[in-house]
């Protein structure tokens, strides 16, 4: 294929063979044969890079976020969950986008796992979003971009992974991640006039603060503090939730991981013996529908592990980073490449793939400056956060496009403005390290 | 020629040290003719440490430096290192490595299509908890601690604790949190790299199980060298893991001190103290003597003793 | 008998994902308050992992819902993306073999070193020799859906059911 080396005749063929509409997980795949083929080595690793890639530990909290997330749907926890909020918040300009960035939000401090986040707050707050006004896309966009904070907002994976490899103190990273989190969810707020039609707070007061799926009790004609109360008793054991897992996390009862399956034991026990809603046939329903959602993300994850296998071999990034590193003397100049690469590699690869490539590349340079490795690594997560939903490789995309049936490439659209905020987010997250470091000075 | 070696580690390691000696000597050695490229964090395998060895025994990969406790699901028998207090000191571990013992799981290997050229450390994996200072057999009893494997199970039972399985990722928010108690492993290898000390209160360097290291080459590839190449790369991995040995060695030794500054508090046991350890997990012993076999835990036992005794 | 061939990996996934959620839940709260635990519960949630993503793959690929880029075959005419969609059905199906064969001869590699799991210590293989079924299963799903779509030639559905 022309005169390239084979990693960049590699990301060349992904392109090609995504244009003929082959799926994202298949272009992965054959564009990696092809490369490993012409490297000359690797083929006979291929069943083993994809018996250890289609099942990684770190992702276990995947399918059953995605399943709990489907059984809080199933049984009703998630919509009076999100009708409380809406309450709370829903009045302001913006109404449920508003309401959407909050609750996205808030569930970053029970998840950590930006997928594992879309699957369970993102169809609600969808389906919310465009009963007030807000086209689909851009719904959806709102959500795989709140849903990607989930990796920032701690408990994230993806902080205990930079912290291992970078040898940096987990808890204070976890830490110094909060205040960029909020700040990023108030860019979210700032993007939500961009949506062009979202109707406003009058509208909204109008039908009471309700909408027909999100309120089938009326709360219309009430003072704001007897609709709140209303709202948070019958949203009482969705509000719970976070509680019990955070609870759980906090209290050393179980891991990260193991919250995912909490939470889809609490929705099941919500289900069978609150709400009484759950059914053999809506559960087994759940378990399926919860079952390919999951595969269709992992399948991509899967074949990626042999994306991310041949630009390991074939140096891709330190032949790319190690000239554009060699550019400048100028510190910023350095950060500002580093980012620029962390967000290209974002675009094809997962979070924890792209750093155990490049920490390797870019720690040198963190040390030699003489950076704060804490601050550093806030910005790498936010950076790796926007990576979840930019395409062609946005696994954030792939779940939302997954349960809204929407086309990739219409909600990557919708997620233009959220990107734009989003890089805004980064660069002053990047230029300020005080942003990262109030918090921790405080504690001090 | 550059050929590629894996290891399980990352890049900041006694193991990746070692890797690059190896490299630096096998350059000279063969006049710039030969060479490794070194793959840290078991990349070329997608992350999977057990698999590295597994590779290079059908000469898929060409070398791998990798532990003993990593090859035990493709070699059983390399759980004989780790047995609980099979060793008590660095003699002891030296007397092996470079005697028949040695010699034997060498043989093993090789039946895996794996040459051992040389054997490095990896080190005694000591024990951290929150709770007390872990000073007797009593002091285990219901704690939650997170382990490696099977044979570390049936020891912290041995012991009265509740051994926990758990990915190493999930382990430190699970220490942090309280999910589990403690853990164990080598000081320089992981509880100092992997900043343990900041979610650990106490350590007991009781020394209770061994992990060696080796750099293994394909038999494909060491049979298609002659004898002169052969001894080259022999020699060139031989005085790569003897420096990393030594490095080891003296990152373990200022561990403590530096565990300490860190907020640690060391309790270190008297020989009699490590003896009653020793007796109360001797039902592991037997159990996992028994499934590596006991022909091979004597030719250990042997040497060893053999060596304590003072030169004639 | 019919109806059960379509929904069979449909069944295997309910019942592994349920068995998974037990499991997980039963081990925190066995931990939480005795002193025993089960020592292999990571390793068979990670099995489980593997099985109900290689057959939620043959369900999703069965709806035609492994995401793509409709974008550029959208501008063509009908009869082109007929081309479009035949070859790109072609190559997946090619992958899938592909996976197909290289996991099968992993399966055989570890039936042959006897590779033992870290937990369980079961042989290997017992559970990646759903690999290569799985993956041949989801190139059959693949064809069954590709044919169904050859008759009605379309993009990625969007109904607006979606949610
Ligand atoms: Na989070
Ligand atoms: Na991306």
Redesign the interface.
């Given at each position: 294929m022309l005169d390239l080396d084979p990693g960049t005749a590699m990301v060349v063929l992904f392109f090609v063979?995504?244009?003929?509409?082959?799926?994202?997980?298949?272009a992965l795949?054959?564009s990696s044969?092809y490369a490993m083929w012409q490297i000359g080595?690797g083929?006979?690793?291929?069943?083993?890079?994809?018996?250890?890639?289609?099942?990684?530990?770190?992702l276990?909290a995947i399918?059953?976020f995605i399943?709990a997330g489907a059984l809080m749907g199933t049984v009703g926890i998630a919509e009076r969950m999100i009708r409380f909020f809406r309450v709370l918040v829903g009045d302001l300009p913006g109404g449920m986008g508003v309401v959407g960035t909050v609750v996205c939000l808030f569930w970053g401090a029970v998840s950590g796992s930006g997928p594992a986040s879309v699957a369970a707050i993102g169809?609600l707050i969808?389906?919310g979003m465009e009963e007030d006004g807000y086209p689909r896309p851009f719904a959806a966009a709102l959500v795989c971009t709140g849903a990607a904070l989930s990796i920032v907002i701690p408990?994230s994976?993806g902080l205990?992974?930079y912290?291992?490899?970078a040898?940096?103190?987990?808890?204070e990273l976890f830490i110094a991640a909060i205040i960029p989190g909020l700040v990023m969810g108030v860019l979210m707020i700032a993007t939500l006039p961009f949506a062009g039609k979202a109707r406003h707070a009058a509208a909204m007061a109008a039908s009471g603060g309700g909408l027909a799926a999100l309120a089938p009790k009326p709360y219309a004609g009430l003072s704001y503090p007897a609709r709140l109360g209303r709202a948070f008793v019958d949203a009482f054991w969705g509000l719970l939730t976070p509680v019990v897992i955070l609870g759980g996390?906090?209290?050393?009862?179980?891991?990260?991981?193991?919250a995912a399956?909490?939470a889809?034991?609490y929705a099941?026990f919500v289900g069978l013996f609150i709400y009484r809603s759950l059914t053999v046939r809506t559960l087994?329903s759940a378990?399926?529908e919860?079952?390919?959602?999951?595969?269709?993300v992992?399948?991509?994850v899967?074949f990626a592990?042999l994306f991310g296998?041949v630009v390991?071999?074939d140096d891709l990034v330190g032949k790319y980073s190690g000239a554009l590193l060699s550019m400048s003397d100028n510190q910023w100049v350095i950060l500002a490449v580093i980012m620029v690469v962390v967000l290209i590699a974002g675009m094809f690869m997962d979070a924890i793939t792209i750093m155990?490539?490049a920490l390797?590349i870019f720690l040198p340079v963190v040390r030699e400056l003489g950076w704060d490795p804490v601050w550093f690594g806030v910005a790498l997560m936010v950076n790796l956060a926007i990576g979840l939903f930019t395409?062609?490789v946005g696994i954030n995309l792939?779940v939302a496009?997954?349960?809204?049936?929407?086309?990739?490439?219409?909600i990557a659209l919708g997620a233009i403005p959220f990107l734009i905020t989003s890089l805004v987010g980064l660069a002053i997250i990047a230029a300020f390290p005080e942003i990262s470091h109030l918090l921790l000075e405080f504690m001090r | 020629e550059t050929f590629r070696l894996s290891h399980n580690t990352n890049d900041t390691t006694t193991w990746q040290k070692g890797a690059e000696k190896f490299n630096e000597l096998l350059e000279k050695g063969s006049n710039g003719e030969m060479d490794v490229r070194i793959f840290p964090n078991a990349q070329l395998t997608g992350g999977d440490q057990m698999k590295q060895a597994e590779m290079v025994g059908r000469g898929a990969l060409d070398f791998v430096v990798t532990s003993a406790i990593n090859v035990t699901p493709l070699v059983p028998e390399m759980a004989v290192f780790s047995l609980p207090y099979l060793y008590t000191d660095y003699d002891d571990v030296d007397a092996t490595t470079s005697g028949k013992p040695g010699e034997r799981m060498t043989e093993i290997l090789a039946e895996k299509g794996i040459v051992v050229l040389a054997w490095g450390e990896n080190g005694f994996r000591e024990v951290t908890n929150n709770v007390h200072p872990i000073k007797a057999p009593a002091d285990l009893a219901g704690l939650k601690m997170r382990v490696a494997g099977p044979m570390y199970i049936d020891v912290m039972n041995a012991l009265g604790a509740n051994p926990q399985q758990m990915q190493w990722t999930e382990t430190f928010s699970a220490l942090q949190q309280g999910v589990v108690d403690g853990q164990e492993n080598p000081i320089g290898a992981v509880i100092i790299p992997q900043r343990v000390y900041e979610v650990q209160k106490f350590i007991t360097p009781w020394h209770y199980s061994y992990d060696p290291i080796f750099i293994g080459v394909s038999q494909k590839l060491w049979d298609s060298w002659d004898a002169e190449k052969q001894a080259m790369v022999r020699d060139a991995a031989q005085q790569a893991m003897t420096y990393q040995k030594e490095i080891t060695r003296e990152d373990t030794a200022k561990g403590l001190e530096f565990l300490k500054e860190k907020g640690m508090e060391v309790y270190e046991p008297s020989a009699e103290e490590i003896d009653a350890f020793r007796q109360a997990t001797k039902p592991a012993f037997e159990t996992w003597a028994e499934k590596v076999g006991p022909d091979l835990v004597t030719l250990f036992q042997d040497t060893i003793a053999a060596g304590d005794k003072p030169a004639n | 008998m019919r109806h059960l061939l379509d929904e069979a990996e449909k069944i295997v996934c309910a019942v592994i994902f349920l068995a998974m959620t037990a499991l997980g839940f039963v081990n925190v709260v066995v931990r939480y308050l005795t002193s025993y635990s089960f020592a292999a519960t990571q390793e068979l949630l990670l099995d489980g992992f593997l099985l109900i993503t290689i057959f939620g793959a043959a369900i999703a690929a069965r709806r035609g819902e492994h995401l793509a880029v409709t974008l550029v075959t959208d501008l063509l005419p009908a009869a082109g993306r007929r081309v479009a969609v035949a070859i790109s059905a072609a190559l997946s199906v090619l992958l899938l073999a592909l996976s197909a064969w290289y996991t099968l001869d992993l399966v055989q590699n570890q039936y042959r070193s006897g590779v033992t799991s870290s937990g369980m210590q079961i042989p290997e293989w017992y559970v990646s020799v759903g690999l290569p079924i799985g993956f041949t299963l989801i190139a059959v799903r693949l064809v069954q859906a590709g044919f169904a779509e050859w008759r009605q030639p379309g993009g990625v559905p969007d109904d607006g059911k979606g949610i």
């Amino acid at each position: 294929m022309l005169d390239l080396d084979p990693g960049t005749a590699m990301v060349v063929l992904f392109f090609v063979l995504l244009a003929i509409r082959v799926p994202v997980a298949f272009a992965l795949g054959l564009s990696s044969l092809y490369a490993m083929w012409q490297i000359g080595f690797g083929l006979d690793l291929v069943g083993d890079l994809l018996a250890s890639g289609i099942a990684k530990f770190s992702l276990l909290a995947i399918p059953f976020f995605i399943l709990a997330g489907a059984l809080m749907g199933t049984v009703g926890i998630a919509e009076r969950m999100i009708r409380f909020f809406r309450v709370l918040v829903g009045d302001l300009p913006g109404g449920m986008g508003v309401v959407g960035t909050v609750v996205c939000l808030f569930w970053g401090a029970v998840s950590g796992s930006g997928p594992a986040s879309v699957a369970a707050i993102g169809p609600l707050i969808i389906r919310g979003m465009e009963e007030d006004g807000y086209p689909r896309p851009f719904a959806a966009a709102l959500v795989c971009t709140g849903a990607a904070l989930s990796i920032v907002i701690p408990p994230s994976i993806g902080l205990v992974i930079y912290g291992v490899i970078a040898e940096t103190s987990i808890a204070e990273l976890f830490i110094a991640a909060i205040i960029p989190g909020l700040v990023m969810g108030v860019l979210m707020i700032a993007t939500l006039p961009f949506a062009g039609k979202a109707r406003h707070a009058a509208a909204m007061a109008a039908s009471g603060g309700g909408l027909a799926a999100l309120a089938p009790k009326p709360y219309a004609g009430l003072s704001y503090p007897a609709r709140l109360g209303r709202a948070f008793v019958d949203a009482f054991w969705g509000l719970l939730t976070p509680v019990v897992i955070l609870g759980g996390i906090y209290a050393g009862v179980f891991t990260p991981t193991e919250a995912a399956i909490v939470a889809t034991v609490y929705a099941l026990f919500v289900g069978l013996f609150i709400y009484r809603s759950l059914t053999v046939r809506t559960l087994y329903s759940a378990l399926v529908e919860a079952s390919a959602s999951s595969a269709v993300v992992m399948l991509v994850v899967t074949f990626a592990s042999l994306f991310g296998w041949v630009v390991t071999v074939d140096d891709l990034v330190g032949k790319y980073s190690g000239a554009l590193l060699s550019m400048s003397d100028n510190q910023w100049v350095i950060l500002a490449v580093i980012m620029v690469v962390v967000l290209i590699a974002g675009m094809f690869m997962d979070a924890i793939t792209i750093m155990f490539i490049a920490l390797p590349i870019f720690l040198p340079v963190v040390r030699e400056l003489g950076w704060d490795p804490v601050w550093f690594g806030v910005a790498l997560m936010v950076n790796l956060a926007i990576g979840l939903f930019t395409p062609p490789v946005g696994i954030n995309l792939f779940v939302a496009a997954n349960i809204t049936r929407m086309s990739l490439e219409k909600i990557a659209l919708g997620a233009i403005p959220f990107l734009i905020t989003s890089l805004v987010g980064l660069a002053i997250i990047a230029a300020f390290p005080e942003i990262s470091h109030l918090l921790l000075e405080f504690m001090r | 020629e550059t050929f590629r070696l894996s290891h399980n580690t990352n890049d900041t390691t006694t193991w990746q040290k070692g890797a690059e000696k190896f490299n630096e000597l096998l350059e000279k050695g063969s006049n710039g003719e030969m060479d490794v490229r070194i793959f840290p964090n078991a990349q070329l395998t997608g992350g999977d440490q057990m698999k590295q060895a597994e590779m290079v025994g059908r000469g898929a990969l060409d070398f791998v430096v990798t532990s003993a406790i990593n090859v035990t699901p493709l070699v059983p028998e390399m759980a004989v290192f780790s047995l609980p207090y099979l060793y008590t000191d660095y003699d002891d571990v030296d007397a092996t490595t470079s005697g028949k013992p040695g010699e034997r799981m060498t043989e093993i290997l090789a039946e895996k299509g794996i040459v051992v050229l040389a054997w490095g450390e990896n080190g005694f994996r000591e024990v951290t908890n929150n709770v007390h200072p872990i000073k007797a057999p009593a002091d285990l009893a219901g704690l939650k601690m997170r382990v490696a494997g099977p044979m570390y199970i049936d020891v912290m039972n041995a012991l009265g604790a509740n051994p926990q399985q758990m990915q190493w990722t999930e382990t430190f928010s699970a220490l942090q949190q309280g999910v589990v108690d403690g853990q164990e492993n080598p000081i320089g290898a992981v509880i100092i790299p992997q900043r343990v000390y900041e979610v650990q209160k106490f350590i007991t360097p009781w020394h209770y199980s061994y992990d060696p290291i080796f750099i293994g080459v394909s038999q494909k590839l060491w049979d298609s060298w002659d004898a002169e190449k052969q001894a080259m790369v022999r020699d060139a991995a031989q005085q790569a893991m003897t420096y990393q040995k030594e490095i080891t060695r003296e990152d373990t030794a200022k561990g403590l001190e530096f565990l300490k500054e860190k907020g640690m508090e060391v309790y270190e046991p008297s020989a009699e103290e490590i003896d009653a350890f020793r007796q109360a997990t001797k039902p592991a012993f037997e159990t996992w003597a028994e499934k590596v076999g006991p022909d091979l835990v004597t030719l250990f036992q042997d040497t060893i003793a053999a060596g304590d005794k003072p030169a004639n | 008998m019919r109806h059960l061939l379509d929904e069979a990996e449909k069944i295997v996934c309910a019942v592994i994902f349920l068995a998974m959620t037990a499991l997980g839940f039963v081990n925190v709260v066995v931990r939480y308050l005795t002193s025993y635990s089960f020592a292999a519960t990571q390793e068979l949630l990670l099995d489980g992992f593997l099985l109900i993503t290689i057959f939620g793959a043959a369900i999703a690929a069965r709806r035609g819902e492994h995401l793509a880029v409709t974008l550029v075959t959208d501008l063509l005419p009908a009869a082109g993306r007929r081309v479009a969609v035949a070859i790109s059905a072609a190559l997946s199906v090619l992958l899938l073999a592909l996976s197909a064969w290289y996991t099968l001869d992993l399966v055989q590699n570890q039936y042959r070193s006897g590779v033992t799991s870290s937990g369980m210590q079961i042989p290997e293989w017992y559970v990646s020799v759903g690999l290569p079924i799985g993956f041949t299963l989801i190139a059959v799903r693949l064809v069954q859906a590709g044919f169904a779509e050859w008759r009605q030639p379309g993009g990625v559905p969007d109904d607006g059911k979606g949610i």
